[in-house]
């Protein structure tokens, strides 16, 4: 048995907040000292385990952000997709 929403309008307004709160908080928050790219160089240079540490879970934090919003997208794509066909 397939699902489907049944407000897509809803559903949509839903998934453009979640992606809007998300890019503001990489914005304003999460990428506003280094980049991702600038922490894995850094990582691999790191002698201090604490401070490697960190740098690993901040990482991971914008790794789990980026699929988060990659995700929604495709989630919002999808929403579209069904919206249009009705």
């Known amino acids: 048995m397939i699902s489907s929403p049944r407000l897509i309008g809803y ?3 839903v998934v453009e907040w979640a992606i809007d709160m998300l890019e503001y908080y990489g914005k304003e928050e999460l990428y506003k000292r280094s980049t991702l790219e600038e922490d894995q160089a850094r990582a ?3 002698v ?3 401070y490697l540490t960190v740098l690993h879970y901040n990482i991971e934090r914008k790794k789990i952000h980026q699929r988060q919003l990659k995700l929604l997208r495709v989630l919002k794509t999808i929403l579209e997709r069904i919206s249009t066909d009705k």
């Open 48 to 50: 201090d385990f604490r």
């Open 44 to 46: 691999e240079a790191v």
């Open 11 to 13: 559903e949509l307004m």
